[in-house]
């Protein structure tokens, strides 16, 4: 197949385009500087999310669409609006930029979060659940509905909401290990809150997955079938890196000191990936001990 991403530079779709290109697709790279090389890639085409209904997406079996603001930063009034628009506006314009063109792919699969359900407690989340609240809840439901309009003109659409990443090259991974190895690593808060995760090997497994097979439509849970508490997850890290996780973050601290991101940390996420395991998907990393003993090498 042809199939195209925006948001090749980063972790995912690096580790995308390198498993496409492996397994015989052909991959266009969506990006604001086209003359500059991505490895794995086959062709590269303009990509400005305040512009995307201008983007070429012609000759395109699929297309995924990952590109968005980073949410790890400290939430501003101006960077909320910015991490916003370039979801919401950018996956609009995209749907646009399909929804005029004369053949436009088949299979649309739109990068979610599974901030989607906000704080829950122990509550377990499937793909079925409601949204919850919170600035990334009301982010991710303005963006799956943005991307839902490209089913308006034929085209199957996956939301794919993504838990945390684990991967050696970026993400959550390298400062955990430097803070855990530094003796930094401890619980946040309450501990108790449960923490959606995904390897990256697993994760653009997924989005193959869910291209080729051709039944999958609506929202997917991309992540491990076994959540994990925080206080779990501190753990394994230190047990893994053989470091004691003896620092605490209390709750009104990371609140003072990161304002409304500090709910990327706290907030309680126990999402099932359902859908996946009913259509038999495999992970490579089903257990955390084995994802971070991979990642942490």
Request: hydrophobic residues 40%; glycine residues 12%; neutral net charge.
């Amino acid at each position: 197949m042809k199939i195209g991403i925006t948001g090749a530079r980063g972790l995912v779709g690096k580790a995308l385009a390198a498993l496409l290109d492996k397994r015989g697709h052909e991959v266009v790279a969506f990006t604001r500087n086209p003359r500059s090389s991505i490895v794995g890639v086959n062709e590269l085409r303009q990509f400005l999310p305040e512009e995307a209904e201008k983007t070429d997406v012609a000759g395109l079996d699929a297309l995924i669409h990952l590109a968005g603001e980073p949410v790890m930063t400290y939430w501003t009034s101006d960077k909320k609006k910015e991490i916003r628009s370039s979801r919401v506006e950018g996956t609009r314009g995209l749907v646009q930029a399909m929804r005029h063109c004369e053949n436009p792919p088949q299979v649309f699969v739109s990068a979610s979060g599974t901030g989607f359900y906000g704080d829950r407690g122990d509550e377990i989340l499937s793909e079925s659940s409601d949204s919850g609240s919170g600035f990334l809840a009301e982010v991710s439901l303005a963006w799956e509905s943005a991307a839902t309009e490209a089913e308006e003109f034929g085209v199957r659409v996956v939301r794919g909401r993504i838990g945390m990443v684990l991967g050696k090259a970026g993400g959550a991974a390298p400062m955990l290990r430097i803070l855990f190895r530094g003796g930094l690593g401890g619980r946040l808060g309450s501990g108790k809150q449960w923490m959606p995760w995904v390897h990256i090997d697993d994760v653009v497994k997924m989005f193959l997955y869910v291209i080729e097979e051709g039944n999958i439509q609506g929202a997917v849970n991309f992540c491990s079938p076994n959540p994990v508490r925080n206080s779990e997850f501190t753990k394994v890290i230190a047990r893994q890196v053989k470091r004691p996780a003896i620092a605490w973050a209390p709750a009104p601290v990371l609140k003072l000191i990161l304002g409304g991101m500090s709910e990327m940390l706290l907030f309680s996420e126990r999402v099932d990936p359902v859908v996946l395991k009913s259509e038999g998907f495999t992970w490579r990393y089903e257990e955390l001990e084995d994802a971070i003993q991979d990642v942490m090498r």
